[in-house]
């Protein structure tokens, strides 16, 4: 039997796959994608083997992720679920799908509910995940902690923050992708070349990130650090404040937990 299935290789599959070959062989894993054609390509890429349909692929494993978008979750658990059995770990990363739904619709099986991000790709995501302890042996829950932790940063936490995990870094990224777009759009404003301020902003952002990860100071600590009395730094806090920049982001926020919200399918 395999290890892992992967069912639907879309981008964030395919970034926590990168992660997940460190620790697997490509022979434990198996996926399933609907396009053949792509299913094809991409096996034969990575020397994993697909699957011709998800059932198929669900089988195959004892550790399945379901990484497909909610609205065809219905689909897919009634293809699989002739496929389940006590053995079975079923890991969802789908936006809003709670643990309950899963159960309901499978049957008798133990369900991780998961929200990683994008920045899995390099290595660096940070990945939020649920589930009932006491439904798994230890050896299954450090192999569940394994999968997460080997493309970035794994939390647990109780699953009714899972839609809060969305906002503060499933979804999270985007924003920071507009921040340094903007920080960008800043330096050509004023000369620099557009090369070197996504370079420079990015960095920024990255090195910022670090600051707060690697010395576990407040936010606010490190950022009244940067703010020298009467400069360039503090008038620059003040321009964000008076524009919003918190405010759009607690709003983003909202929008985005409100919309995983009604992505329960109930």
Avoid: W
């Avoid at 796959?17 to 994608?33: A, C, P, Q, V, Y």
């Avoid at 094809?40 to 978008?69: H, M, P, R």
């Avoid at 936006?95 to 739904?101: P, T, Y």
């Avoid at 309901?104 to 133990?110: I, N, T, W």
């Amino acid at each position: 039997m395999k290890k892992v299935a992967i069912i639907g290789m879309g981008n964030m599959a395919t970034a926590m796959l990168k992660g997940m070959i460190t620790i697997f062989k490509k022979e434990e894993i198996i996926f399933s994608r609907k396009d053949a054609k792509k299913r094809e390509q991409f096996t034969k890429e990575t020397n994993i083997e697909g699957a011709n349909d998800n059932f198929s692929c669900a089988k195959a494993a004892k550790y399945i992720i379901l990484a497909i978008k909610p609205q065809y979750f219905s689909t897919v658990l009634k293809e699989i679920r002739p496929a389940m059995d006590s053995d079975k770990v079923v890991i969802s990363i789908a936006a809003g799908i709670e643990r309950s739904k899963i159960c309901k619709e499978l049957g008798k099986v133990r369900v991780v509910r998961a929200m990683p991000n994008t920045p899995a790709l390099l290595g660096e995501g940070m990945t939020g995940i649920s589930y009932q302890e006491e439904e798994f042996s230890l050896e299954e829950q450090q192999t569940i902690e394994a999968i997460f932790s080997s493309f970035g940063r794994v939390k647990k936490v109780e699953e009714h923050l899972m839609n809060t995990v969305i906002c503060v870094s499933g979804s999270a990224p985007a924003y920071v992708y507009l921040l340094i777009e903007a920080l960008a759009d800043s330096g050509v404003k004023y000369g620099l070349s557009r090369e070197i301020a996504y370079e420079m902003a990015a960095q920024t952002v990255l090195g910022a990130a670090k600051m707060v990860l690697e010395t576990k100071e407040h936010p606010g600590v490190l950022k009244d650090r940067v703010c020298s009395p009467g400069g360039t730094t503090i008038a620059g806090v003040a321009a964000c404040e008076e524009y919003g920049l918190r405010n759009a982001i607690l709003k983003a926020s909202d929008a985005c937990y409100k919309k995983a919200n009604e992505l329960k399918g109930e």
